[in-house]
């Protein structure tokens, strides 16, 4: 009995005291942190509460609309859809109506459901969770089948990219698809969930992000954009120089429905970066690389350094593949559209869509100072790409994708009525997919195994449960954009033009878009008749000097 006590004391207190001396006398004579040095192990409580800030604010502190990037409404918004298969609230919004922003217009007689223009004649099956019961300390919920309807796009409003240029035409029949992420920056259970789903869903797309495409990739039975970047990985020779017997054969997969050159991204204008503990020999080989070697992509193609050289290089992609081929970008300003659109004008060459990111992209790791300045915002971006395309008539000849944080159905409306064809995203997708927002995507740490590649990570995400949640998630945005269209008064959101949103600033003023749009058109037309003048001027001189 004795000897038990005397364990329990040297346990209770000695012990403690120890550590206490150890910490005291190491934190005082350290050099690195100033207030360890005046303050030991007390100091200590201060990165404690550092280290697990982020969390407390997350779930305890930050209100429903505060925290950024994703506040806990956008993570609401993007999880409900994918894993009830619902997106109706009660005691209404919580959003901000003092603050400006964009509203859609409804009109006085919308359409009736059986008015609408949509391809439902196939029903989906898929499956939700059902909430039983709810208490305080428990929470009983069912995984239950069910059948959906698709919410398809009608024939005759089916998007084509490469109609008239391409052997093999891309026929889109929804709206909404996912942006590049690469094999490499997620995990292969992360790529395959989101492949099995999006095929689930039918009418979109995925795209491969620069790392190649893998088995992976092709698990689900979805459209698949390949995305090419300077790196050209997947398609590279050992030199890193563009494979074009590889290229054929990625070619004839027939999943693959189209390439995308990646000039930037909103996320990060520069090269990519993949550290040796995510470059697995699978990933290696989906990259065509050395396993578990760190990897730098360069930030521009070798390939090309101007305009005719770009068309050149993508012209020949088109005719070795058949397929169409667009590029991706993000707008700084409308300088440098003007002269594409010129030369696509004068050239009748070009890609046959443009992916369009906005400023505020991030499913790529990149340097803050890059994040928060380089770029314009997605809906700036949208309308100043849709102008100038207009501006010099070839806007026919090519189909823009926003690209950048357009996770609800009216966000996606909203962009679609500024003059984008088509609509991806990135993050909502790894939030549907488990993504808690943790912030370690660069660190191969993630600890719900969605952007990691250490399997003892990965085991945390299920295929077979997410899979259905990424179908659920695409088919409810797209029921949302016709529910959505029905009460502008369109029988399509394929027909959401800038006559149906008005602009509200935060001392209740109203401007149309339509008008706004009028304005950016304006500006676009002085900034052409000042660039013909400085070229007409230039001539004059080169003439006067010969």
């Known amino acids: 009995m004795l000897t038990t006590v005397l364990i329990l004391i040297i346990v209770i207190m000695i012990i403690p005291l120890i550590l206490f001396f150890f910490f005291f006398n190491y934190d005082k004579n350290q050099r690195q942190h100033s207030i360890l040095r005046n303050y030991p192990v007390l100091g200590r409580i201060r990165y404690l509460l550092e280290h697990t800030g982020p969390e407390f604010r997350q779930y305890l502190f930050d209100g429903d609309t505060q925290g950024k990037p994703f506040s806990r409404n956008d993570f609401l918004s993007i999880i409900f859809p994918s894993k009830y298969l619902e997106t109706i609230i009660s005691f209404g919004s919580k959003k901000d109506f003092e603050q400006k922003g964009y509203f859609l217009k409804n009109t006085l007689f919308p359409k009736l459901m059986e008015e609408m223009k949509i391809d439902n004649q196939f029903a989906l099956k898929t499956k939700y969770y059902k909430t039983k019961e709810e208490t305080l300390f428990k929470r009983k919920e069912t995984f239950t089948d069910k059948q959906v309807k698709p919410w398809l796009l009608h024939n005759e409003n089916v998007v ?7 052997e093999y035409p891309f026929q889109v029949k929804g709206l909404i698809g996912m942006s590049g992420m690469s094999y490499g920056s997620l995990g292969e259970n992360s790529i395959e969930a989101l492949s099995k789903g999006l095929g689930m869903a039918g009418g979109t ?9 893998s088995d992976y990739h092709l698990a689900g039975d979805v459209d698949i954009i390949m995305q090419i970047g300077p790196a050209k990985f997947g398609v590279r020779t050992d030199s890193g120089e563009l494979d074009w017997e590889e290229l054929k054969l990625k070619g004839s997969i027939q999943q693959i429905k189209a390439f995308e050159l990646k000039l ?3 996320a990060k204008i520069r090269g990519g970066h993949l550290p040796a503990e ?17 990897v730098e992509s360069p930030n521009s193609f070798e390939e090309f350094r101007d305009l005719s050289s770009m068309f050149d290089f993508i012209d020949k992609i088109r005719k070795t593949t058949g397929k169409p081929v667009g590029i991706k970008m993000v707008i700084g300003d409308d300088t440098e559209l003007h ?12 890609p046959d869509f443009i992916t369009v990111d906005g400023g505020e992209g991030g499913s790529g790791a990149t340097y803050q100072e890059m994040a928060d300045s380089m770029g314009l915002p997605i809906k700036s971006a949208i309308m ?9 008539g070839i806007r026919d000849r090519v189909k823009i994708i926003a690209s950048g944080k357009l996770f609800t159905s009216d966000k996606i409306a909203i962009a679609l009525s500024m003059g984008a064809d088509l609509v991806s995203m990135a993050r909502a997708y790894m939030i549907v997919i488990g993504c808690i927002g943790a912030q370690h ?7 719900v195994g969605v952007a990691t590649t250490n399997p003892k990570l990965q085991k945390a995400l299920v295929i077979e449960d997410k899979k259905y949640r990424v179908a659920n998630f695409m088919i409810t945005l797209r029921q949302g954009l016709f529910t959505l269209a029905a009460a502008a008064g369109l029988d399509s959101p394929t027909k959401f033009n800038s006559s149906h949103v008005v602009y509200k600033d ?7 878009l339509k008008d706004i749009e009028k304005d950016i058109n304006h500006s676009v037309s002085l900034y052409q008749k000042d660039l013909d003048e400085t070229i007409s001027t230039n001539t004059d001189q080169q003439k006067l000097s010969g």
């Open 160 to 166: 084509i990219m490469g109609e008239k240029t391409c």
């Open 278 to 294: 995510k470059n697995t020999p699978t990933i290696a080989k989906a990259r065509k690389i050395e396993p578990y070697t760190t």
């Open 339 to 350: 002269s594409f659109a010129k030369y696509m004008k004068e050239t009748g060459r070009g």
């Open 264 to 266: 930037g991204q909103g």
């Open 384 to 392: 100043i790409t849709h102008s100038v395309l207009k501006h010099y």
């Open 205 to 213: 797309w995925m795209n491969t992000g620069e790392g190649g495409i």
């Open 441 to 447: 995507c660069h660190k191969n740490t993630c600890p």
């Open 506 to 512: 935060d001392s209740g003023r109203i401007t149309r």
